[in-house]
């Protein structure tokens, strides 16, 4: 089987409305160049994304071989964290980037390189484009999404692509992390629209309720909220 600057510090999570509008279901990497904004954007989202695909993919007592048997793309990567422990875990990745960022593909690569893992693919995908990659993209079984939704007006063409990969497999997942920068943001009349469920995972339950994973400094203050979507039939 296969795998801008910073907003600052969010306020009380009280104050705060998730991107799903409520609606109801029916370690590894190194730093990129320091020239690379947009594709460092976003690691409050990719540390507590990493970090819940750390405890899904876990190893029980005594194991010793991977345990994840899985196809995991990672849309818009950046510096990929998820993506590489994804990888680290066994799962057969892909990581990805828009097309039209070279350097935030040749970030991909050299997260790949530092962390040994020449087999993970590195592709250009840009979304809401229906293009040659995208077509042969095999079927996922859980897509990643590290704080894709940073400008609303992606928000449909990432919706658009995920739904096409959807169509491949029905029962993928999109697993999303995210941080919270404004309260009038919502993906709720899109997830309508493309007909998709969207279930909030409480960051609690994969020990990601703290302000320093993995002896990390992140995700800091930063309100973070992760959300797992699904196509409503």
Known sequence: PRGVPEAAPAGPASHLRSLAARRPAPSPAGPPPADSNAGERGLPGHVVRAQHFRFSGETGSGAEDPVLEIRVPQIGAGVSLPGILAAKCGAEVILSDSSELPHCLEICRQSCQMNNLPQVDVVGL????????????????????????????????????????????????????????????????????????????????????????????????????????????
């Open 126 to 233: 840009t979304w809401g484009h229906l293009s040659q990659d995208l077509l042969a993209l095999p079927p996922q079984d859980i897509i990643l999404a590290s704080d894709v939704f940073f400008e609303p007006e992606d928000f449909e063409d990432i919706l658009s692509t995920v739904y096409f990969l959807m169509q491949k497999n029905p029962n993928v997942q999109l697993w999303s992390t995210y941080q919270v920068r404004s309260a009038d943001w919502s993906l709720e009349a899109l997830l309508y629209k493309w007909d998709m469920n969207c279930v909030h995972i409480p960051l609690e339950t994969f020990d990601a309720d703290k302000e320093d994973i993995a002896e990390s400094a992140l995700p800091g203050r930063h309100t973070i909220e992760m959300l797992v979507i699904s196509l409503g039939k």
